[in-house]
Structures are given as structure tokens and as C-alpha cells.
């Protein structure tokens, strides 16, 4: 039997993967889908493996090249399966195995690759492991955590804080110790600085990538190690940021330097990296948070053919949206983040939507959409981007996230980007379920459902498709080097360069129509992306939400 690209199927591991071209991950537009809210297929309220399948055929119109699915393994869902029980299994409400095999071959076979969401540096406290673990000081597992003495006066062992809020040390009554926990403490660390527990995170991946997954997007994946001295963090510098954080959190306050960002984290990523290269075609994006120099940790990181394929910046996830910015954070990932491939997000689960974040609105998505892809790099979409939804406004009696609950009204949590994905506009709760929603869905929003869009080549989601498909043929769009012009507050304006061929692209991101004039050479413009402007004369005009994709003519 053969998969599409040709390889012959025969059940050794090195053949479940899709295949083919093994840097296919550097020209890839991933999908996030945040299984919860996708689709509902058994009407419990909840998305579910079988909900992402009946919407395979809607991706592979869309055109994206692979999805990156948040976790959906076995769970007390304390934190919605960021709190694995059981790292080998799917968890009930989201189906079987078995659906997660269907998924895999099923989105194989329309070319579209599959990387899950790996949560490595902590596990549920129902892990089995943790529950062996806690029993005694002595029991076989009693070092798989990080468990450590109070100080002399009964207080935490270090000053370190947990992201979800208060001290990163919950005390133990049965073994009468502190155990390390960075977010909440339900979420129990592993201690990886015992090889037992780094060979049996190993298996798992191994299991995984057996099973025949194109991939991981490695959760917090700088936040395996701590500082086996107890060193307490310092006070933040004047000056100086937590990526990621928001001011309302007192993490916020202390430099994240002992507890998070080890030097022995690149060693496991050597060792990850090994187990990787065993397999064809498989690739890893990096979620680095919570850290003062976002392009040091990067370049660290993601050291070509040693550690991480590559890691997203969270400088795209802040409210600022200028032409300045975006032009100073892909230049100092160029400039400063090492020898990795550079991989670029606007929104995820974590953050409010960049249409609502940037007050930009649902029209405007369409352009942020093709910004992002086209800066050089691969880029994440996470789901609803396409539609431009907005982040929806969830009343606190309502909000299920309890990173939200505890910061209210300060922070109000992830809830607002996690709602349901709207399919129906007609239909009850946006045609993602028939049951009570988990989340409410964003009603004020259904005008903008898939099945108002779809037939539209003028829709915010007809827009974004004809530009996803445009793309695949633009090779210096794909592969290409990126130089930045100057052109003002309001446009951005670059050249992608590959093998000769140079392309022009200018994004007007202002509240009116914007002129740019290029004096450089001729230009020939690029039809078929969608997007309207009028080029004369060496002068572009671009409307609201305009941009222009312009061939630089070669001089003889």
C-alpha cells in the first residue's frame, strides 16, 4: 500500500508519517485547533476527535498544510488537558484512540499533516506517576517530582512564583514536603533532572511518532529544568519585561531565572532532537514563555539540526500594530535568533484575538492573515482567524478558565478566544453542538459563520483561502529572504528574494487609503492573492485593508 506522496506503507514506524519533502515545515500554514471548541459530534457540548474529522474536507478547501491539535489526552481537565493523566490515551470526551488513528489517516490522505500538543514539564496530579510518587520518600517514583524540605520557619523552599498566581510550592501532608508546581497545583513539575523521567517522556513522544504524528508543538518547553541549587529569582529590572505575562500577575515582578530556562533544557532537546531524526519528515514548534529575552532563548533553542525545528515569538501577541513593529520584531529575529527557522503567530489559545487585541475589527483579518504569512517563516492560524472573529466578551459566571477566575476583573482569562467555532449561523449554538456549549458561543458574532463566508470569494474567509492557495506558488514568498523599506507608520512595506526572483509586498495597515511609490525599479503586479490596490507609474495606492504583491522586474 502506498500514502500519497508515493512511500510504501508496511508498518515500520518509519513509514506512518505523511512523508515527503522533510523541510515541508518551513513553507507550512498550521491550523491550531483547540479540540474543545471546534466541533461537537456527540452533542455533549464539548469538541471532540470525530468533530475535527467531519471538518477535514472544510481544511483541505482552506488549504492549510498542517493542524496543530491543543491536547486531547486523558485529563481530569483542570486545566482543559494542559493536565495530562495519562500521556498514551484520549481522553473519553474526546474520543478513542481509535478516532485519533481515523484523524491521522484520514487528514494523511488529503495531504494534511498532523503535530499534537506535548506538555512535558508537568503532568496531573491523577498521573499515576504522581500518585505512586507522593506515597512515601523511598517508593520507586518518589524522585519523579520535585519535592523539596520547607525552610526552617515551615515557608516554601524558594521565593518562586507560580504563572497562575500565588507560590510555585504547594505543601504535601503525606510525605510533609513542598512539591514544585509552575502553574496550578493540580499541575505537579516533573523532576527532569532524573533520567528515569527523561527516558520515560522520551517513550512517549516515541509512542506518538510510532502511531505516525508529523510532529509536536512542545508546550512550555523551557520550563523542564530548575535550578537544583534553590536559588531564589531576583527582583525584575527596571526596564526589562516578562514575555507573555500580564502586569496584573505577580510573576510578573521577579526575573524568571531560576526557575524556568535551565541550561540543562537544551541538553533533553539534544536528546528529544535524536529521537526526532529517527522518523522522516517530522518537525517541532517551541513555546518559550515567560522569559525576559525572547530572541536569546530562541536562538538557544532552536540551533539548526540540534534542538528545536523552531519557535514562535511572543512579540506578535502584544497590542502593538504598527508598521514599526512588525518590522522590528522579524528583524530581530533575523538578527538575533541564531541559526533556527523562524515561526510566526498573531493569536492562540492563550491570548485575546489579534482582530480585538489590535482594534482592527473582522475586516481587517484577511490582511492580518497575509501579513502573516508572508514575512518568511512558518505561520500558525489559530482557528476562527479565517472567519475574523473578535474575542468574545464571557460574563464571569460563565468563564470556565481558571487562570481568569483568579485574576478577575484585572485579567479576565483565555475564555474570550476559546469559544465555540461558529459553522451555522441559523442554527442552534452556531452549529457547533446540540447540547449546552462548555462555553457560550459568541451569538452577536454569527453573521460571520463559516456558511455565510464559504461561497463568497469577497468574505473575510473567501479572502483568506484565496490567499492561502495563492501562496503555494510564490516560492519567494515561501523560502525566501525578507528586507524591509522604510514607508511610514501605516505601511509595511518588504521584498521577499529567492533565486532571482524578488517580490514586493505593501500592506497598508491604517484607517485610509495609502500611497506608496517605488523608485527602485520596475514592477510587474501579481494577480490572484485577493487584495486590491492600483499601481501607476511607480506609485502604488492601497485602500483600507489594501495590499499590493509586485515581481521586481530584473535589470538587463
Given at each position: 500500500?502506498?500514502?500519497?506522496?508515493?512511500?510504501?506503507?508496511?508498518?515500520?514506524?518509519?513509514?506512518?508519517?505523511?512523508?515527503?519533502?522533510?523541510?515541508?515545515?518551513?513553507?507550512?500554514?498550521?491550523?491550531?485547533?483547540?479540540?474543545?471548541?471546534?466541533?461537537?459530534?456527540?452533542?455533549?457540548?464539548?469538541?471532540?476527535?470525530?468533530?475535527?474529522?467531519?471538518?477535514?474536507?472544510?481544511?483541505?478547501?482552506?488549504?492549510?498544510?498542517?493542524?496543530?491539535?491543543?491536547?486531547?489526552?486523558?485529563?481530569?481537565?483542570?486545566?482543559?488537558?494542559?493536565?495530562?493523566?495519562?500521556?498514551?490515551?484520549?481522553?473519553?470526551?474526546?474520543?478513542?484512540?481509535?478516532?485519533?488513528?481515523e484523524l491521522l489517516a484520514k487528514a494523511h490522505e488529503r495531504g494534511i499533516r498532523i503535530l499534537?500538543?506535548?506538555?512535558?514539564?508537568?503532568?496531573?496530579?491523577?498521573?499515576?506517576?504522581?500518585q505512586e510518587s507522593r506515597q512515601s520518600r523511598d517508593n520507586p517514583k518518589a524522585d519523579w517530582?520535585?519535592?523539596?524540605?520547607?525552610?526552617?520557619?515551615?515557608?516554601?523552599?524558594?521565593?518562586?512564583?507560580?504563572?497562575?498566581?500565588?507560590?510555585?510550592?504547594?505543601?504535601?501532608?503525606?510525605?510533609?514536603?513542598?512539591?514544585?508546581?509552575?502553574?496550578?497545583?493540580?499541575?505537579?513539575?516533573?523532576?527532569?533532572?532524573?533520567?528515569?523521567?527523561?527516558?520515560?517522556?522520551?517513550?512517549?513522544?516515541?509512542?506518538?511518532?510510532?502511531?505516525?504524528?508529523?510532529?509536536?508543538?512542545?508546550?512550555?518547553?523551557?520550563?523542564?529544568?530548575?535550578?537544583?541549587?534553590?536559588?531564589?529569582?531576583?527582583?525584575?529590572?527596571?526596564?526589562?519585561?516578562?514575555?507573555?505575562?500580564?502586569?496584573?500577575?505577580?510573576?510578573?515582578?521577579q526575573e524568571p531565572k531560576y526557575n524556568i530556562s535551565r541550561p540543562e533544557n537544551l541538553a533533553?532537546?539534544?536528546?528529544?532532537?535524536?529521537?526526532?531524526?529517527?522518523?522522516?519528515?517530522?518537525?517541532?514548534?517551541?513555546?518559550?514563555?515567560?522569559?525576559?529575552?525572547?530572541?536569546?532563548?530562541?536562538?538557544?533553542?532552536?540551533?539548526?539540526?540540534?534542538?528545536?525545528?523552531?519557535?514562535?515569538?511572543?512579540?506578535?501577541?502584544?497590542?502593538?500594530?504598527?508598521?514599526?513593529?512588525?518590522?522590528?520584531?522579524?528583524?530581530?529575529?533575523?538578527?538575533?535568533?541564531?541559526?533556527?527557522?523562524?515561526?510566526?503567530?498573531?493569536?492562540?489559545?492563550?491570548?485575546?484575538?489579534?482582530?480585538?487585541?489590535?482594534?482592527?475589527?473582522?475586516?481587517?483579518?484577511?490582511?492580518?492573515?497575509?501579513?502573516?504569512?508572508?514575512?518568511?517563516?512558518?505561520?500558525?492560524?489559530?482557528?476562527?482567524?479565517?472567519?475574523?472573529?473578535?474575542?468574545?466578551?464571557?460574563?464571569?459566571?460563565?468563564?470556565?478558565?481558571?487562570?481568569?477566575?483568579?485574576?478577575?476583573?484585572?485579567?479576565?482569562?483565555?475564555?474570550?478566544?476559546?469559544?465555540?467555532?461558529?459553522?451555522?449561523?441559523?442554527?442552534?449554538?452556531?452549529?457547533?453542538?446540540?447540547?449546552?456549549?462548555?462555553?457560550?458561543?459568541?451569538?452577536?458574532?454569527?453573521?460571520?459563520?463559516?456558511?455565510?463566508?464559504?461561497?463568497?470569494?469577497?468574505?473575510?474567509?473567501?479572502?483568506?483561502?484565496?490567499?492561502?492557495?495563492?501562496?503555494?506558488?510564490?516560492?519567494?514568498?515561501?523560502?525566501?529572504?525578507?528586507?524591509?523599506?522604510?514607508?511610514?507608520?501605516?505601511?509595511?512595506?518588504?521584498?521577499?528574494?529567492?533565486?532571482?526572483?524578488?517580490?514586493?509586498?505593501?500592506?497598508?495597515?491604517?484607517?485610509?487609503?495609502?500611497?506608496?511609490?517605488?523608485?527602485?525599479?520596475?514592477?510587474?503586479?501579481?494577480?490572484?492573492?485577493?487584495?486590491?490596490?492600483?499601481?501607476?507609474?511607480?506609485?502604488?495606492?492601497?485602500?483600507?485593508?489594501?495590499?499590493?504583491?509586485?515581481?521586481?522586474?530584473?535589470?538587463?
Amino acid at each position: 500500500m502506498s500514502d500519497i506522496n508515493g512511500a510504501i506503507v508496511d508498518g515500520s514506524k518509519q513509514n506512518f508519517q505523511l512523508g515527503g519533502d522533510a523541510d515541508w515545515w518551513k513553507s507550512a500554514v498550521i491550523y491550531q485547533i483547540y479540540p474543545r471548541s471546534y466541533l461537537d459530534s456527540n452533542q455533549d457540548g464539548i469538541g471532540d476527535l470525530p468533530g475535527i474529522i467531519q471538518k477535514l474536507d472544510y481544511l483541505e478547501w482552506l488549504g492549510v498544510d498542517a493542524l496543530w491539535i491543543s491536547p486531547f489526552f486523558t485529563s481530569p481537565m483542570k486545566d482543559f488537558g494542559y493536565d495530562v493523566s495519562d500521556y498514551r490515551d484520549v481522553d473519553p470526551m474526546f474520543g478513542s484512540l481509535a478516532d485519533f488513528d481515523e484523524l491521522l489517516a484520514k487528514a494523511h490522505e488529503r495531504g494534511i499533516r498532523i503535530l499534537i500538543d506535548l506538555v512535558l514539564s508537568h503532568t496531573s496530579d491523577q498521573h499515576v506517576w504522581y500518585q505512586e510518587s507522593r506515597q512515601s520518600r523511598d517508593n520507586p517514583k518518589a524522585d519523579w517530582y520535585v519535592w523539596e524540605e520547607p525552610k526552617p520557619d515551615g515557608s516554601p523552599p524558594t521565593n518562586w512564583m507560580s504563572i497562575f498566581g500565588g507560590s510555585a510550592w504547594e505543601w504535601d501532608a503525606m510525605r510533609r514536603q513542598y512539591f514544585l508546581h509552575n502553574f496550578l497545583t493540580s499541575q505537579p513539575d516533573l523532576n527532569f533532572h532524573n533520567p528515569e523521567v527523561r527516558a520515560a517522556l522520551i517513550d512517549v513522544a516515541r509512542f506518538w511518532l510510532d502511531r505516525g504524528v508529523d510532529g509536536f508543538r512542545l508546550d512550555t518547553a523551557n520550563m523542564y529544568f530548575h535550578d537544583d541549587q534553590l536559588r531564589d529569582n531576583p527582583p525584575l529590572a527596571e526596564g526589562m519585561r516578562v514575555n507573555g505575562i500580564d502586569e496584573t500577575n505577580p510573576y510578573s515582578m521577579q526575573e524568571p531565572k531560576y526557575n524556568i530556562s535551565r541550561p540543562e533544557n537544551l541538553a533533553f532537546l539534544e536528546d528529544f532532537r535524536g529521537l526526532l531524526d529517527e522518523y522522516p519528515a517530522v518537525t517541532t514548534v517551541g513555546e518559550l514563555g515567560a522569559v525576559t529575552d525572547m530572541y536569546e532563548i530562541i536562538a538557544d533553542y532552536t540551533e539548526s539540526g540540534k534542538r528545536l525545528h523552531m519557535a514562535y515569538s511572543f512579540d506578535f501577541m502584544t497590542k502593538e500594530y504598527n508598521a514599526s513593529h512588525i518590522r522590528s520584531v522579524v528583524e530581530k529575529m533575523s538578527q538575533r535568533g541564531g541559526t533556527g527557522w523562524p515561526c510566526w503567530a498573531f493569536s492562540n489559545h492563550d491570548v485575546v484575538r489579534s482582530a480585538s487585541r489590535w482594534g482592527t475589527g473582522t475586516n481587517t483579518a484577511p490582511l492580518i492573515s497575509a501579513l502573516l504569512m508572508s514575512l518568511g517563516g512558518t505561520a500558525c492560524l489559530y482557528q476562527g482567524e479565517e472567519l475574523g472573529l473578535l474575542e468574545a466578551d464571557v460574563p464571569f459566571e460563565a468563564l470556565q478558565d481558571p487562570f481568569g477566575i483568579r485574576f478577575w476583573p484585572g485579567y479576565k482569562g483565555r475564555d474570550g478566544c476559546r469559544t465555540p467555532m461558529l459553522w451555522v449561523a441559523n442554527a442552534e449554538h452556531g452549529g457547533f453542538t446540540k447540547g449546552k456549549p462548555w462555553l457560550p458561543v459568541a451569538t452577536e458574532q454569527l453573521s460571520i459563520a463559516v456558511d455565510q463566508q464559504i461561497a463568497s470569494n469577497d468574505s473575510v474567509l473567501g479572502k483568506t483561502r484565496q490567499f492561502i492557495q495563492w501562496r503555494k506558488g510564490q516560492s519567494a514568498l515561501l523560502n525566501g529572504s525578507i528586507r524591509f523599506l522604510d514607508a511610514g507608520e501605516a505601511v509595511v512595506t518588504f521584498i521577499r528574494e529567492l533565486d532571482g526572483v524578488s517580490v514586493l509586498c505593501v500592506f497598508n495597515l491604517g484607517k485610509e487609503t495609502a500611497n506608496y511609490a517605488y523608485d527602485q525599479g520596475k514592477l510587474s503586479a501579481l494577480e490572484g492573492h485577493g487584495f486590491e490596490s492600483v499601481y501607476e507609474s511607480n506609485m502604488i495606492q492601497l485602500p483600507v485593508n489594501g495590499a499590493f504583491f509586485g515581481a521586481i522586474e530584473q535589470q538587463s
